[in-house]
């Protein structure tokens, strides 16, 4: 019988990037080689940091149209300490969402097995969310400009924008993950109290689409209640859809109260699949621990079922996440979920999962 290949194009970037990626590769190959079902191509590009500081491009002529040739990208994190962060995330991660118009931005929160909430009384099954970003444009878009540069009257502005037709795509896709979820219930993240104008579009459009969901529970909060409702009401929130920057904030408080940035993935989706779609974990560099081999690798492992899942490949996705929370279960744990184990330990550990299901243990 032949089996299909999935070409991933794997993109490191830096600091703990190429530890967590390369944890990532050794488990999805594990997994393709003991389940046979499907095979992995991987192609390996060295966009980082340090590729701009030698060339002063994060992505070389004609490297969007390499991209292209593969089914999924996976990608570590950017930003260096020596290159400003607007520059890092503009050069090559945003340089890749917007125009492959990965307008979908999905991050599955829930609390692992073996793993807790610094939540009281908030076990596994209390906290599963499902947050999902507008990716092209918003607060995001890249518009504005600075004038009077080193002036005392100098001038920046930065305008947000919010048009009908990107709106109303993320909401359909809002809606429409939210009706394959169990509670069929969406919170529209707003703060048209204050934005009167961009968050109001966003409002009326929500309300709009959701006229054809009508299976749906749409539910709208404001921001900043919002983030008290996650801490004090896990349970009251399934999907959840904001925008950009909103979103960008939600997730990583999402992350924290699930237990840790480190195990907390993200998807970057083309829905329409003309182009491929960019996996990557939440966290970013992480300087702090970089080059100590204690990164958690858990959130890359998440991330890879992501993307299994979105190649069709999702019984392996499951065994994945089996395999992962067994082995955190067991207690091997990285520092940063309370434990002392190394990213290889972890690594090596859900490798050995694998194997036991692949031979139907
Ligand atoms: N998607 C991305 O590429 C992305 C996302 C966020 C931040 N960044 C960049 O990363 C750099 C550092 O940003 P930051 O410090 O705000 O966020 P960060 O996510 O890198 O780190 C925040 C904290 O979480 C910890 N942490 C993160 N990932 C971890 C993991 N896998 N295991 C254990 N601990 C982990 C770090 O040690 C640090 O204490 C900046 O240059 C920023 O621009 C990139």
């Avoid at 292209?68 to 503009?90: C, M, N, Q, R, T």
């Avoid at 929160?109 to 092209?136: A, F, K």
């Avoid at 702090?288 to 299994?308: H, Q, R, S, Y």
């Avoid at 520092?335 to 990213?343: E, I, N, P, S, W």
Wanted: proline residues 5%.
């Amino acid at each position: 019988m032949s089996v299909k290949t999935h070409r991933v194009a794997t993109i490191p970037g830096d600091g703990i990037g190429p530890e967590v990626i390369s944890a990532g590769i050794t488990v999805l190959q594990n997994l393709a080689d003991t389940l046979g079902t499907f095979k992995l191509e991987f192609a390996h590009f060295d966009w980082s940091s340090e590729t701009y500081k030698k060339t002063g491009k994060y992505i070389p002529d004609g490297g969007l149209d390499e991209l292209k040739e593969h089914d999924a990208i996976l990608f570590g994190s950017v930003g260096a300490p020596d290159v400003p962060d607007h520059i890092s995330l503009w050069g090559l991660r945003l340089a890749i969402c917007q125009p492959l118009q990965q307008y979908a931005n999905v991050r599955p929160t829930r609390i692992l097995r073996g793993t807790s909430s610094p939540l009281r009384n908030c076990s596994p099954g209390d906290l599963d969310w499902v947050i999902i970003r507008e990716n092209s444009e918003g607060e995001y878009a890249g518009q504005g400009g600075r004038s009077h540069i080193g002036q005392p009257w100098e001038v920046a502005t930065e305008t947000a924008i919010f048009s009908r037709y990107a709106v109303e795509r993320i909401m359909r896709f809002a809606f429409e993950t939210a009706r394959s979820r169990p509670r069929k219930m969406l919170t529209v993240v707003s703060k048209s109290n204050a934005q009167r104008n961009g968050m109001v579009l966003w409002d009326e459009v929500a309300a709009e689409v959701g006229k054809e969901f009508a299976d749906v529970k749409l539910d709208k909060m404001l921001v900043d209640a919002m983030t008290a409702r996650m801490a004090l009401k896990p349970g009251s929130i399934d999907t959840v859809v904001a925008s950009n920057l909103h979103a960008d904030i939600l997730s990583d408080l999402a992350a924290a109260l699930a237990g840790s940035i480190g195990i907390a993935p993200t998807s970057n989706l083309d829905p329409t699949r003309k182009n491929p779609s960019m996996f990557e974990p939440i966290h970013g560099s992480a300087f702090d621990i970089t080059g100590k081999g204690v990164a958690n690798p858990v959130a890359t492992f998440w991330t890879a079922a992501e993307m299994l899942n979105w190649l069709g490949e999702t019984a392996a996705a499951q065994k994945l996440m089996q395999s992962v929370e067994t082995v955190c279960e067991g207690g091997l744990l990285t520092g940063d979920l309370g434990g002392k184990a190394t990213t290889k330990e972890v690594t090596d550990a859900v490798v050995r999962e694998i194997q036991k299901l692949g031979a139907g243990h």
